[in-house]
């Protein structure tokens, strides 16, 4: 049975078509890349997913209910977690409170939120700057620290938009080392544009292009298709 | 995975002992705050303890609009509308419906629990500059309607609540003494409310919406249901102030409506400390002092139609504030003292 | 007075305020669409107004016509360089932040309103009108001889009360034409689109700002100069025009000059008729409701086109 998947989504802003009846399945434990040009749908699809974005018509299927009518907070409460484009974190707080306030919906108890904090704060490797205040991180860190704030809430479902944009080459090579160790625990569905990350870490790849999807299958398969070469592979 | 944790426990534990010693310093800090509050009473002249009392009900007036303007990132201009609602609420229990003061404070804080539970509804279907101008119309069109029905508030004049309704669990509150600690139990009270409150889950969360509201609402926080919550304490903080007024100074009226009443605690935040557990107290005791001189100044040398030229000192200190020092008193001092709850 | 001509006297009235309301209420929406500020002390920049009127004209020896005449002119100024200083010296320094300019307003407000109380003192006092003669208006009555015209004994307006409406109009026009034919009109629309690509395409964005906030003051205390042989010149004159002006800039959509023009002669008009049926306090509590409703409600305004 698929976690979550969507049936004729679309969204329309004033006459476009952001996201044009799109069908969408995504079965639980795969890391689901999805790809395409700019322009193409992808962060409207997932806000739609997460609830940020109202869908015009269609509807998303949540661990079997339909959830198209529920405010994000609802759906992240169901267990998503949601990481945003532009790196979105508490700036004037410490990076330790950063990750609390996301552990504390999900665990009660100071201890165990401290605890749990402590392990996700070594996972994404900003143990030494817990009392950092998180506008003073790196983007590197930052991005990894959203990462975190994701991952403490040991999500069924989770969604990442661009995680690796602008960070460096070692950074990527810890965040494909890291999905790989939450791969064994959750459902990741990934929008990249860093065909290596793709590569590397997806099991299956959703192509979507001007807001219809234009092709899915394994990596080998998505590099082998002609209509995704041209559309995409071909342009860059 | 169980070696990573591990590794993590050294620096998780002495987080914990910071931690743990935190929370103590914290109690500590607002216990000798309360102390230092005793001391002054039997130190100070007179006319200063008695001013102390008054200080202390605006106080908690300060620390009500301070959940939502400090901690949840909320600028009301309407507050006076929650301070009117404790005090009519107390005020006109004992006028009409002939009950004791201890129902009518009762009273007094369901109504203001009423009136913020609407207010906080329907004005918080909008957001930044609309929420402080609906906020605003609000509590005019609540000040105003204090006077249409002048025939019972007796409107700007307001009324006096008699010597014998002021008596709380047997002790005359017309007496300075009883007074003064009638209001010092009420503002600990207060004062330790808010200290637990912005170290709870809840409270922390506030703080979280105050600084990235997306971000929260995608951890899966109700916003509007925690805003409406925030603005609910503040309201009834400040209702319970309200009611705190007339029970100890004997009088209600319709100038504790007006405008001026909404930007005082806006005004006493500000300069004690916004986000501060003890900023509003340090803000209000300032101002208050600012202010008393400036009357007692201006009522020695100028006629009684200048009664207002107070506000001068009030428009100056929100000007130069928001200039120079927005994070007051306790704020600049939190650059040193990072601990400071 | 039977209710025909005194509706036609009501609405005369009306149209006063409404062209005052106009003008006031246009200066605030100006500041607010340009610089999206929310000006709080913009009714003490009208009280000025007022208060220099009466300064300018006592001052003035001669004949009264004079004084006025100059106050007309040189008021405005002195209140839109004093607003502009008030841009450069605080709202500036804050970088506009919507919030802080509200409380750093409201502290300016308090400021003027307590030095014009501490300098013009408490009293209310009167600017004489340049020309006041008395028009009695005519008035159409259908008797059993068809339409006839009579002149009821009380339906009358003078000079003065015509020319106040008149002279709005005038500087309403001006002011549209200014906006949508000349180049600083045309900057500062671009200023208010976008205020980053504006200072891309090299506009001093710094000194637009300067200019409309002096211009929204100046078009207040403008209004008020109109108002004042009609209402006297009173330090506290200036809450009543905040209210309304905010009603009219609500209710025609943040920002829209043409919708609040349209607000603005709306409410003016009903103001009169309003306050027939109400108390003055009920009316100002249904006012004040209005607002806030609109706001939470339908908060492009009334007649706002819905934004995406």
């Known amino acids: 049975m698929s976690l979550v998947s969507t049936h004729g989504l679309s969204k329309q802003y004033s006459g476009l078509k952001a996201v044009n009846h799109v069908d969408f399945e995504l079965p639980k434990g795969q890391v689901r890349a999805l790809i395409g040009p700019n322009g193409a749908g992808k962060t409207t699809f997932v806000g739609m997913l997460s609830g940020r974005i109202k869908s015009t018509s269609g509807s998303v299927i949540f661990k079997g209910r339909d959830i198209t009518a529920y405010p994000a907070h609802k759906r992240m409460a169901m267990g998503m977690a949601y990481t945003f484009q532009i790196t979105s974190v508490f700036a004037d707080l410490s990076v330790e409170e950063n990750i609390a306030l996301a552990a504390r919906r999900v665990v009660k108890g100071s201890s165990n939120v401290n605890s749990k904090v402590a392990e996700v704060l070594n996972k994404v490797y900003l143990s030494e700057r817990y009392d950092q205040i998180a506008g003073d991180l790196s983007y590197g860190h930052q991005r990894l620290l959203e990462i975190g704030m994701g991952l403490v809430q040991s999500p069924e479902l989770f969604i990442l938009d661009e995680p690796t944009q602008g960070l460096s080459a070692t950074e990527i090579e810890g965040f494909i080392e890291l999905v790989g160790v939450l791969s064994e625990s959750t459902t990741i569905l990934l929008i990249e544009h860093n065909m290596d990350v793709v590569m590397k870490t997806a099991h299956y790849i959703t192509v979507l292009n001007f807001g219809e999807t234009l092709a899915e299958g394994t990596p080998a398969e998505i590099r082998a298709n002609p209509s995704v070469q041209t559309a995409y592979l071909g342009a860059s | ?341 | 007075m039977d209710f025909g001509p005194y509706l036609f006297a009501a609405s005369l009235e009306g149209a006063i305020t409404a062209a005052v309301l106009a003008l006031t209420a246009v200066g605030l929406s100006l500041v607010f669409g340009v610089m999206r500020v929310v000006n709080v002390a913009h009714g003490e920049f009208y009280m000025l107004g007022a208060v220099l009127a009466w300064w300018i004209t006592s001052m003035i020896a001669g004949h009264p016509a004079l004084g006025f005449w100059v106050a007309i002119v040189v008021a405005p100024l002195i209140v839109g360089a004093l607003a502009m200083l008030c841009d450069r010296f605080i709202l500036n320094k804050i970088n506009y932040d919507p919030e802080r300019t509200i409380v750093a307003t409201i502290g300016l407000l308090y400021v003027i309103q307590q030095s014009t109380l501490m300098t013009f003192g408490p009293e209310a006092r009167p600017v004489e009108a340049p020309f006041n003669e008395r028009i009695a208006l005519p008035w159409l009555e259908p008797t059993n001889a068809g339409l006839q015209v009579i002149w009821p004994t009380g339906l009358s307006t003078t000079s003065y009360k015509l020319f106040v409406i008149a002279a709005a109009v005038t500087i309403l026009l001006i002011l549209w034409l200014v906006m949508t034919r000349t180049r600083i009109g045309l900057i500062m629309r671009a200023t208010q689109l976008d205020q980053e690509m504006a200072q891309a395409h090299g506009i001093d964005v710094n000194k637009v700002y300067a200019l409309v906030f002096g211009l929204g003051a100046a078009l207040a205390a403008l209004g008020a100069v109109l108002v004042v042989p009609i209402q006297q010149a009173y330090y506290l004159m200036g809450s009543d025009p905040l209210l309304l002006s905010f009603i009219v800039v609500i209710i025609g959509g943040l920002g829209s000059v043409l919708g609040t023009v349209v607000a603005a002669v709306l409410i003016g008009m009903t103001d009169g008729i309003v306050s027939v049926f109400f108390t003055p306090t009920l009316a100002k509590i249904l006012a004040t409701l209005l607002v806030a409703f609109v706001l939470i409600f339908k908060p492009n305004g009334l007649f706002g086109k819905r934004r995406e």
């Not at chain 2, 209001?183 to 637990?196: D, E, Q």
């Not at chain 2, 009443?261 to 986000?275: D, K």
């Not at chain 2, 929100?318 to 306790?330: D, R, W």
Request: aromatic fraction near 14%; charge should be positive.
């Open chain 2, 1 to 341: 995975m169980s070696e990573s944790v591990n590794k993590a426990m050294p620096s998780a534990s002495i987080k914990k002992r910071q931690r743990v010693n935190v929370g103590i310093r914290s109690v500590l800090l607002h216990v000798a705050v309360i102390a230092v509050l005793i001391a002054l009473y039997f130190v100070l002249p007179e006319y200063h303890s008695g001013n102390l009392a008054r200080i202390l009900v605006l106080a908690i007036f300060a620390m009500g609009y301070n959940v939502l303007f400090g901690y949840t990132g909320l600028l009301s201009l309407g507050h006076a509308l929650f301070f009117a609602s404790g005090m009519y609420g107390f005020g006109l229990a004992i006028q009409f419906l002939d009950v004791t003061a201890s129902v009518a404070i009762v009273t007094g804080l369901l109504s203001a629990v009423a009136v913020s539970t609407i207010i906080g509804f329907l004005a918080l279907r909008t957001t930044g500059v609309a929420f402080m101008i609906v906020t605003l119309m609000f509590a005019q069109a609540g000040y105003l309607t204090i006077l249409l029905f002048g025939d019972y508030t007796r409107g700007d004049e307001g009324f006096v609540i008699q010597r014998a309704d002021r008596i709380l669990f047997g002790f005359d509150l017309t007496q300075p003494a009883n007074r003064f600690f009638c209001a010092l139990i009420l503002f600990a009270i207060c004062l330790f409310f808010v200290a637990w409150l912005v170290h709870s889950r809840f409270g922390k969360t506030l703080v979280g919406i105050r600084e990235n509201e997306e971000r929260a609402e995608m951890l899966g926080y109700d916003i509007q249901r925690h805003k409406l919550i925030a603005v609910i304490i503040s309201g009834t903080l400040s209702g319970a102030a309200g009611a705190a007024y007339a029970l100890l100074f004997g009088y209600a009226g319709a100038s504790f409506a007006a405008v001026q009443y909404s930007i005082l605690p806006l005004l006493y935040v500000l300069l004690g400390g916004a986000g501060t557990t003890i900023g509003p107290l340090i803000g209000t005791l300032f101002m208050f002092y600012l202010i008393d001189y400036t009357s007692e100044f201006s009522s020695r040398y100028l006629p009684s139609d200048f009664s207002s030229a107070y506000m001068l000192i009030a428009g100056v200190a929100l000007i130069v504030l928001t200039l120079y020092a927005p994070q007051g008193f306790a704020g600049l001092l939190r650059r040193k003292v990072k601990w400071l709850p």
